[in-house]
């Protein structure tokens, strides 16, 4: 633990600067994949285990759209598109069979997704991994901001994350659809009974999740090599942020991703070593003390 | 639990026993028996996590902390000190009842998945301090330079056979452990607890102190397995202890099915014949796991036992003690 | 150990008693007793990794390993008889890796083992050569325990890839003489965080400072492997504002981070040394090599700068459509000892082909002189082609390589050895 490294960088504000950046940096690709996740287990009840895969299916798909249009634009949307049918199609076909049934149900279907998607990307893309390269508009010099370095393209993912969270935001509280999908998170029968059609918003909530996963993904994929598998990694992050922030929580979410972000930015300064163990502790911790999460509400 | 019950159980386990130590004798194929050795951790290892799941109702995503906890301990123990395998053995299974204590002691408090997902960060906590401990445990690379195995009682563990035998006695004894316990009062306290915690708290039992015992049992019965795999592989891998070997328990337990006790190992024995099976034919294992393992989710919905039992029950209206 | 020994025999038996009948059979009737048993192929498995983040070693070293076989195959095989590899995946797994070897060996009829497993599946691999006994020889492994350290040897065990010391070695006499002539005193590291990473940067810079004293190591950043986000990593390397980078990230991760660190600007005005950037995915992956990069050569076409080598390489894309790695010539050379054992012995017997292999030479395409000797003292090979070098983004990728001076890395590799009690 290397508390003198950390004083010295709190204090100094270029340091402080430059490692918050990179907090938030991590913090918002990892939020966009962890609401997914939390909107689908608060509105579904489900486990959603293949949330990585679909991150990493967004990330092959923008891909593969990028070398075709040449149009980081395009690519994004078409990933994050692309794997929100994809999360339709599960969903109505697959896990909608197993939403009663026990959470290890759900986990062998998730499972299984996760295998065979992994060998369906190897098949299309090959096992080589696999780069997209920063495309020519973000390959400007950083920005420099009180000393503090941040990369164009970051200051790109950051705005998108924040956008996409005020928009998430005012969408479940401000306006009917959001009404209804916090009414068929709290109470689904009765919301059904009410004569709203909860399978729908069902499907919509999942397939709106794996978008989300998709589009991190898509976002990512500049700076990001790819190969099949990739899911793995995020799928752990998205979980102890999700279990951190409050499962079914969307502030959850975004205060636990950033959460996660700062703890990875000044960790590697104060405590290289034990990043990874802080994370599970802080996960513990939670579950312990807190179990429905910091933002959740206490009768989860 | 009545007495001749289980004496017919007992002997059950003993035409089962006569029947694997003759197999060797009959077959010359080591497919055959480094199968049996396979099938005998991951029996073992599944049914141990059955106790959690079909008998005491508790999910648990983090149960290869104990089968890599056996491998390791016996492991380090063969490696650093001249005990004797039997010795080394109980050790090793002493060790994982000690950290299934503590774990569970902070555990088995909380509810489904946040018990899950806590035995999870657990596992995973204990997976990072192995791959991290490089000096003591090999880091990722595993305990390098092979176990000591000297003979005892006439058995030479480097010997396949001899392995297989030990591994199939062993492996027999344990399972009828654990049927002994399920099949005793504190078995059906924990179906009890299982079934209605707040009716068996009425009931005066101490419903935090029954799952804890549970959870203890079975992370030794599980760290059993792990020793068995480590005589296989001579070695240990930090592999034993990541989620992917919990997940591979808790199909194994799926697929065989969780309501009765022989599940688990058929689970084990479907799981492992699917994937040498599968390894050998084609190169996208992936594909095809994945569509075997759908079919059971999807289409029978619940493990082959369970199919059994509820068949069983549906013609003779009889319902399957499990 | 018996067993195999025994059920190879008796399978033996069976085939010469079978082709016995058949010429009996066939000279009765009229035709040249031609023995069946001459055309059964000599089987060589190979477990290696076909799936997952690692996939690319196993296809990598397949590749190579084919390409092998069927050169010895047309030019007749044993006296007629062809070899098969027989390849299986372990996923990765090391007790399944275990599992396939032992597999191969008891069951499918495999002879010896082409051991393309990484570091923990080859120590796997290495105990079931211990138990039963059959020829291995490692073509991925780099770490050098598995020969090094006398408790892991085994008269039946060798190692066909480079070995980490030795790259070190080379790349410290290589940087040493980069960070006098441009005055790099400053040094910083960022490796993944497990045993290849932590050896391959301790030993490196050991040797940097054995060749240039003025060195000094900052501070080091560990992340783990296949992490996808290096921020946090590249701003600690920022802040420390070192003058050389070293790392020796690989393939994805490499790729990543240096995708990644140019956003940063990290590499400008600073030199880096990547030990595993002249690596043929990531050259073709990375769009623009970013300058100031040094590099050792994983594989390139033109290290060596021979015929050899370049015309193994232009049939390797032939044949397989994707440039050959690491692995790739690490298993042709794995392959080509093999199969020259084979010859020299007239057959297949463990101990004969140990003792064949031990200071074994053969011509090579990747050797420094043409040649790869596998040392017999601790079965491991030597005099393979070393370099370090600056990278331009085309090729030849290495315009100006620093070949390494293998009497240089002999003398101080058993310096090394002493130090670490291999060797009294």
Redo the contacts between chains.
Sequence with gaps: MDTEALFECVTSMSCLVTQTSTGLIVGSLLFLVATGLTMIFGVLGVVNFAHGSLYMLGAYIALSAFRLTDSFIIATVIGALGVGLFSLFFERFFMRRVYGADVLMQLLVCYAFILILDDAVKIIWGSEFQSMGMPAYFQEPPVFLAGGVIPVFYIYLIAISAAIAVGLWLLLNKTKIGKVVRAAAVNPSMTSALGLNTSLIFAGVFAFGGALAGLAGALAAPVRSMSPGMGFSVLIESFIVTVIGGMGSVSGALVGALLIGLIRSFGSIGFPYFIEGVMFIAMAAILVLKPSGIMGKDNR | MKANSFSREALIAAIALAILVTIPFVSDSSAVIDFGIRLAAFAVFATSLNMLVGFGGMVSFGHALYFGAGAYSFGLIMQHFALPIPIAFLLAVGFCAAVAAIVGAICVRLKEIYFAFLTLAFQMLFHSIIVSWTFFTGGDQGLMGGLPRPPFLGLNLVDPTDLYWFSVVVGVIALLLMRYILQSPFGYTLRMVRDNPDRAKFLGVNVWRIKLLAFVLAGSFGGIGGIIMALLVSGAFPDFTYWTMSGEAVFMVLMGGVSTFIGPVLGAALLLGFNDIITRVTEYHGLALGAIILLFALVFKHGITDFIAQGWQRLTGKKVES | MK??SQ?IASQQRRQIITGSIAAVGLASIGMPGISLAQNNPIKIGMPTI????V??LG?ASRNAAIMGVEKFNAAGGLNGRPVELVI??S?G????A???T??LV??DGCEMILDAEA??GA??VH??A??LGFLVIHTCSE?S?LTA?P??RIPNGFRAARQGVHDAIVGGDYSGKVAKEKGLKRWMSISP???YG?DTTAEFFEYLKYFNKDIEVVNS??P??????Y???I??L??GKPQAIYSCLW???L??FI??A????LMKDRQFFGVNMADY?VLT???AVPPNIHSGNRYLKSIPKTQQNAAWCDAYLAKFK?MPLNWSWENAVGIDLMLNAIKQTNGTDTKKMSEALKGMTIDSPFGTNGKITMRASDHTIIDYAIAWGDLQPKEPYMPNPYMGNWKTVLELEKLWMKKKGYIS
């Design positions: 067993k195999r059920a076909l799936s997952g983040r996939a690319m296809e299986r995946d996923k797994k090391p007790d399944e275990a599992r396939i032992r597999e008891n069951s570091s923990s120590f796997a105990e079931v211990r138990d770490t325990a350290d408790k892991m965080d497990y045993s932590k950043v560990w783990k492997l296949f992490q996808a986000d921020s946090e990593s701003t600690r920022l802040q393939g994805g991760d790729t990543s995708d990644q140019s956003i940063y600007g995915a992956a990375i769009k994707t």
